[in-house]
Structures are given as C-alpha cells and as structure tokens.
C-alpha cells in the first residue's frame, strides 16, 4: 500500500555529480525521517545521509561537504545532491522513508529497490 519510486542513478566521471530522487506514494498519513544508504559488493548497507521531519540533518563522514540531502513533504520525496563524486562513491543507493499509514499509529520503514551509481572515468 506504499510504494517508493528511485530515480536518478547512473554513471558519472570522478568529479561530476548526480542528484537521486526517492518519491513515497500510497497511504500515507505522514512521513518521519527519510535517508539514503548506500551498499557495494561484500559490505554492509552504510548510512550515506538522513533528514529527520524537522529537518534536521545527518550525513557520513566520508560525504560531508559534498552531498546534500533534503526533503519536498507536500510531494513525499526526498532528495540527495551528491557533487564531486569519487571512484569510491560508486554503490547501489537505496532511500528509507519512515511512514504512518491511514489507520495505524507506529512508524513502519519502508525501502526503495535501489539505484545504481558509478563514477568512473
């Protein structure tokens, strides 16, 4: 009853950017923090960056500075702005918005199905 809808994956040269889009549709009665994570081959989902509903942001260390996360409520999506990417960047993304549906009162973690980026030259 809720689906997320990824966008803006692709390849990249080292030093290019790329903005991903993550957008919640379904019944949906308000939305809590929303992030992005990110996983490559081998290794554990990582937190990439994370915006709570008052705004508030959270990012890795290894993306200060150069990636920006933000939300649109009155569209359910969330952004991340990610600038001079790196080799090292490269992972598949997968958003996590944490929803209230219509009829129920706790927080449910809802995940995209992911988006590839490469940054390669």
């Known amino acids: 009853q809720v689906q997320l809808v990824e966008s803006g994956g692709g390849l990249v040269q080292p030093g290019g950017s790329l903005r991903l889009s993550c957008a919640a549709s379904?019944?949906?009665?308000?939305?809590?923090?929303m992030g992005w994570y990110r996983q490559t081959p081998g290794k554990q989902r990582e937190l990439v960056a994370v915006?709570?509903?008052?705004?508030?942001?959270n990012y890795a260390d290894s993306v200060k500075g150069r990636f920006t996360i933000s939300r649109d409520n009155a569209k359910n999506t969330v952004y991340l702005q990610m600038n001079s990417l790196k080799p090292e960047d490269t992972a598949v993304y997968y958003c996590?918005?944490?929803?209230?549906?219509?009829?129920?009162?706790?927080?449910?973690?809802?995940w995209g199905k992911g988006t590839l980026v490469t940054v390669s030259s």
């Open positions: 915006i709570t509903s008052g705004g508030r942001t």
């Open positions: 996590n918005i944490a929803i209230i549906r219509f009829g129920e009162y706790h927080v449910r973690d809802y």
């Open positions: 379904g019944s949906i009665r308000s939305i809590n923090a």
